[in-house]
């Protein structure tokens, strides 16, 4: 027979099915090889080691502002024009890190005489010494208004600074000046010197 006349009748369904169950049984055994192999690798023996490092200790900073003393700094109790008092106030951190500060005040006016707004107020540095009142200027003004600084966060121009463990002290002189009327006579008035602090690092 003519070799180019070969009978190309469809191959049956059986032969068929003979390829295709072939081919998956072909497939089934690469998988089963490929899972054999990485089970064999996982189960390979391996050298660690680890190290730990602890005691990671942390404590938190501190600024602690202290004032001396803590009331009473101006007292009198007869004023007369021209008299002036004399105080003096140690500002102190005793905490770990820096602090600066700033002052505000309040004062009374219950008799509505305002005592407060007519008298005086002058802080300094020490100086030679408080009762040289010679250092320099911190304030200057209305006793009403007495101020330095500021309390909001952050650098302000008159904030006093102390470092962790420091101190410093300050001059105060109240006074009532000569020019005072009649008007003030037997006022009274009560004045609260405030003292905030804040961090200085990252601030």
Not at 31 to 46: D, H, N, P
Not at 130 to 145: E, K, M, N, Q, V
Not at 167 to 184: K, Q
Request: glycine letters at 12%; aromatic letters at 6%; hydrophobic letters at 40%.
């Amino acid at each position: 027979m003519d070799p180019n006349l070969m009978d190309h009748r469809p191959v049956s369904g059986r032969h068929r099915f003979h390829r295709h169950r072939g081919g998956a049984l072909g497939l089934l055994l690469v998988a089963l090889t490929i899972v054999s192999l990485a089970a064999t690798v996982s189960s390979l023996a391996l050298f660690t080691d680890q190290k730990t490092v602890a005691g990671n200790a942390f404590t938190a900073g501190t600024i602690v502002l202290g004032v001396n003393p803590a009331t009473a700094l101006l007292t009198a109790s007869a004023l007369m024009p021209g008299d002036n008092i004399n105080g003096t106030l140690v500002a102190s951190n005793s905490g770990t890190g820096a602090l600066r500060y700033a002052m505000s005040s309040s004062s009374t006016n219950a008799d509505g005489k305002n005592l407060a707004t007519q008298m005086t107020l002058t802080i300094k540095t020490v100086g030679s010494g408080c009762g040289a009142f010679d250092g320099t200027s911190i304030y200057s003004g209305s006793l009403a208004s007495a101020a330095f600084g500021n309390s909001t966060p952050g650098a302000d121009t008159g904030d006093r600074n102390l470092a962790a463990g420091t101190n410093e002290t300050l001059c105060f002189r109240a006074g009532l000046p000569s020019s005072t009327g009649n008007a003030y006579q037997g006022a009274t008035t009560t004045t609260t010197f405030t003292f905030d602090a804040e961090q200085t690092a990252n601030n």
